[in-house]
Structures are given as C-alpha cells and as structure tokens.
C-alpha cells in the first residue's frame, strides 16, 4: 500500500512537472531530432485518443520535408517566424504536422464511411449497427443540432484538438517540446493540401496544425494561469 500511495505521489509529481513543462514553443533547436522510436510514442497516444461516438474524425499529415514545409510560410503566421524576425516553427521543427478533420462527407449520420468503419474497425454486428446510426442521427439534427458541413467539420475539429492535447502531453512526459499552431489562413491551407498533397478535401479539412521539437532557448514569457478557484467551482 505504501508502495502504492510512493508510486502515485510520484506520478502526481511528474504529471504536474510536464504540464508546467509544457509551452507553445516558438523556436526549437534546428540541430535536435526527436527520436523515432519516441515520435511514434506520441503518434500512438493519438491514434488511441477518445472520440465522440468512437468515429475518429480525424487524420494526420506530417510534413517533413522543407520544401513542402516552405508551402505553407505565406500564410501560416503563427508558425513562421514572421512576428519575431525567426525562421519560426515551420523552419525549426523537428516534426510539423497537420490534423484533418473530416467533413460531413464521411461524419453524416449513415455515410458509407462510417458503416464502413463500424463494420471493418469497430468489428460491430449488423444490428448494433442500425442502433448506433440512429442514436447517431439523433445527435446529429436534434441532441447537438450538428447539420451543415461546416458545424459538421467543426465537431470533427473538436476531436483534433483532443488528440493534438494528447500529444503534446505525451510530448511533454517525454521532455519533447511543442506547440499548437492555429495561425493560418484556412482557404489557402485547404487549396495546398488539395494541389501539394493530394488531400481530398471534400473529406478532410485543416483543423489545427503542430510543432515538435526541442526548444531553442527558455520560454521568453513565464507562465500565467488563472487561480484555480477562477477556474473551478465545486456544486
Ligand atoms: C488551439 C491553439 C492554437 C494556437 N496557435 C498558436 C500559433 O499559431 N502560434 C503560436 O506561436 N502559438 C499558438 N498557440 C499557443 C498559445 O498562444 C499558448 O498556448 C498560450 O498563450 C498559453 O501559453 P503556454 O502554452 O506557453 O502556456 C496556440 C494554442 C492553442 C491551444
């Protein structure tokens, strides 16, 4: 029991030391690669994130080389350095990705997409099926009124951003740097994924982009929260 209670103090502690760790970093050390074996780790926390329903609206491009990295500079302020004179994250990087979310070509309740995917990866029976595509309507146009491709892509946006938290706390535990990159211009990025990628986009679209890495130098800005009880409020 003691064992017990040791163990989870100290993973309270580092817990809590990753998490202060953690900092929209806006320069890495161009020099420092992240090591495979460690990048996959933060892959596979978000392969295995939660998703609404379990529909995993969500896709992930990395883009390594510089040339493609170079594409998206003219319209990706936040991750080019632009606002402090840097090559930014875009140029800095070890990994640069981006998550896709889907739209409402795949994520409509009763696309062919999601039968497809309740049946070949949530190896879901036949009448299981019919039940989960109806409560899924329901969500859909009444519970959470979901209905144009736009609110319906936003909600696919939603789950990116869980799986985007879940990899920079893995990061984070691991000592890996990062930050989360919504500073782009969303029509030019969605026609370079179509043109320079080959994205269809009529399924996917840019939700929020990322950075990882190892800093290039301590945070310039300490960090500020709120008070917890600004935050928290116990019923
Ligand atoms: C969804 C999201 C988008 C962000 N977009 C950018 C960005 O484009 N460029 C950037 O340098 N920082 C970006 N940030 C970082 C935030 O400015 C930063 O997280 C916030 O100021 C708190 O600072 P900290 O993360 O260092 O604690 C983004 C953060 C989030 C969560």
Redesign the pocket.
């Known amino acids: 029991m003691d064992l017990v209670n040791t163990d989870t103090t100290r993973i309270q502690a580092q817990i809590a030391d990753a998490f202060r760790f ?5 320069l890495f050390d161009p020099h420092r690669t992240i090591a495979e074996e460690e990048f996959a780790t933060i892959l596979e926390a978000a392969r295995l994130s939660p998703t609404s329903f379990g529909h995993e609206p969500f896709r992930i491009l990395m883009i390594q080389s510089p040339q493609k990295r170079a594409l998206f500079r003219a319209f ?4 080019s350095g632009l ?1 402090n004179g840097t090559p ?2 875009l140029g800095t990087a070890s990994h640069f990705g981006i998550i896709l979310a889907a739209t409402s070509t795949a994520m409509a309740a009763g696309s062919d997409y999601l039968q497809a995917h309740y049946r070949e990866v949530k190896q879901l029976p036949e009448e299981v099926i019919e039940i989960i595509n109806g409560s899924y309507a329901r969500f859909q146009e009444a519970g959470h009124a979901i209905r144009t491709d736009r609110e319906i892509s936003d909600w696919s946006g939603k789950q990116a ?1 869980i799986v ?2 879940n990899m920079m706390t893995a990061g984070a535990l691991l000592g890996i740097d990062s ?6 211009d969303m029509a030019p990025a969605t026609e370079t994924l179509a043109r320079d990628f080959g994205v269809d986009t009529d399924r996917w679209r840019p939700a ?2 990322f950075a990882f890495g190892y800093r290039a130098a301590a ?1 310039d ?1 300490p ?3 709120r008070r917890m009880e600004d935050v928290v409020s116990w019923h």
């Open positions: 953690r900092h929209a970093t806006k990706s302020w936040g991750a606002r930014g994250q951003y985007l938290a930050c989360p990159i919504e500073g782009f929020v982009m945070p800005v960090k500020t929260r």
